[in-house]
């Protein structure tokens, strides 16, 4: 039954609007206040869904919260909206969803597959951090770009994507 519910949710009431990122620059305008939200209702629900952590099987939860929000709705919207802050911020507070007994087992310095393309897109931000950070393209300098790579970093580590941290940019 609880499986259901939470397929129904992501089948159903799952949104993630697609606007141009001129759109989103603006982040009084109605639009742009829309997608943030969405994207903060949909980290909301990938924590929801976590929290049935021991209850349900890892494969169902796994199923569930990275290929049917993660990858789905969240990674797109990431994706979407830019390199700021809040981009950080939304990712520190994904990867705080996750269990830590997911990452206990894994070898190799790989991370799981489902969260290949959250390790990929944390890479891609920490390159445009560096490069906008050496050019002052931003409100935050060099300072600000090497300790935002910190933190993404510390975030490749605690999920176990080694693979991507060492191809960090300093």
């Known amino acids: 039954v609880i499986v259901r519910r939470i397929r129904k949710t992501l089948e159903d009431d799952v949104f993630m609007p697609l606007y141009p990122k001129s ?3 603006n982040r009084s305008s109605n639009a742009s206040v829309f997608f943030h939200r969405q994207l903060w209702v949909c980290i ?6 976590l929290s049935w952590h021991g209850i349900l099987s890892n494969q169902m939860l796994r199923s569930l919260s990275l290929d049917g929000l993660l990858n789905r709705y969240i990674i797109l919207g990431l994706c979407n909206s830019g390199v700021n802050k809040e981009t950080i911020q939304k990712c520190q507070s994904i990867i705080s969803t996750f269990p830590k007994e997911w990452f206990e087992d894994l070898e190799d310095d790989k991370t799981m597959p ?13 390159r445009t951090l560096y490069s906008e950070g050496q050019q002052n393209k931003r ?3 060099k300072k600000d770009s090497r300790d935002f790579i910190k933190q993404i970093s510390k975030m490749l580590v605690n ?3 080694m693979e991507y941290a060492v191809n960090l940019p300093m």
């Open 114 to 126: 489902q969260l290949e393309n959250l390790g990929r897109f944390l890479v891609s931000v920490a």
């Open 44 to 49: 909301k629900l990938l924590g929801n869904i």
């Open 159 to 161: 999920i176990h994507a």
């Open 139 to 141: 409100d935050f300098d």
């Open 23 to 25: 759109v989103l620059e």
